[in-house]
């Protein structure tokens, strides 16, 4: 068991147990989404104290003895991040996180251990994590990169919203709307795309507004950067060239930093 000495604001383990966190302050924070941190490791006090520090923050915590025990959570619409410890009794850390990585991009890893060494951390960074913290852990630090994780799944959701619209849009247009749409954003004028699809000039401006209209765009710019987003199973085959690069980039971890380690004993 864990308890809060609110004179010194420190994390203090109960007998027998190791210091797990040291701080100068805490700050509490609230989210009208209710975001959740999940925690996945196997030591009792660890689950417990970070429970306590994520409710002293007013984060919600759900944690987890096993790798096993996450994946049978079922998943949740709101800003996430996952406090993962690299030593686990059935599947470990690192297994987690590659199996993980691809379907929940949404939800940054912040790997936690007992006994980091540098080709672990290098190889958790280049699979993705967030962050990479040693115990005894600082719970500034733990803090801070939680709440930076949230923040990244939160931005993650609201593009997932965004372009789930978009697909939406695009999914109300005529075949030849479609066609249309797919050749103007290549750059081509009315009358070329009217060569190509076989019809009027006229048809095509009729077209054009209609498709222009569906997909709430004012000018060409923004049609092609919708096109661009909607590259992934749009159908749009002919999108290419600057369409293709301006799409959004994909979710990067943030870069390795210094972590300021508590003093006392490490986990085992």
Do not use: Y
């Amino acid at each position: 068991m864990v308890k809060v000495d609110l004179d010194e604001r420190r994390f203090t383990p109960n007998a027998g147990a190791a210091t797990m966190f040291t701080s100068t302050r805490i700050q509490p924070t609230a989210d009208r989404r209710s975001p959740v941190v999940f925690v996945v490791d196997d030591d009792l006090s660890v689950r417990e104290s970070l429970t306590l520090l994520m409710h002293r923050a007013g984060l919600q915590a759900r944690t987890f003895a096993s790798a096993r025990e996450f994946l049978a959570f079922p998943r949740v619409n709101a800003p996430s991040c996952l406090v993962l410890d690299v030593s686990l009794p059935d599947v470990n850390g690192l297994e987690l996180q590659a199996r993980i990585a691809a379907d929940r991009a949404d939800m940054p890893i912040i790997m936690i251990t007992g006994h980091g060494d540098v080709p672990t951390i290098v190889r958790a960074m280049k699979a993705g994590a967030a962050d990479f913290l040693t115990k005894p852990i600082d719970v500034d630090e733990m803090l801070n990169a939680v709440r930076s994780a949230i923040a990244r799944s939160d931005a993650a959701l609201g593009d997932q919203a965004v372009l789930r619209d978009l697909r939406e849009r695009h999914e109300s247009l005529s075949h030849r709307e479609r066609q249309v749409m797919s050749l103007v954003v290549t750059g081509r004028l009315n009358k070329q795309v009217a060569r190509e699809l076989g019809i009027s000039e006229i048809t095509v401006k009729a077209h054009r507004g209609k498709m222009m209209r569906k997909m709430r765009v004012d000018s060409l710019a923004e049609l092609v950067n919708v096109a661009a987003r909607l590259r992934v199973g749009s159908g749009l085959s002919v999108l290419q060239g600057d369409a293709m690069r301006a799409a959004t980039p994909a979710f990067q971890s943030a870069p390795v930093r210094p972590v300021a380690v508590a003093a006392g004993a490490r986990w085992s």
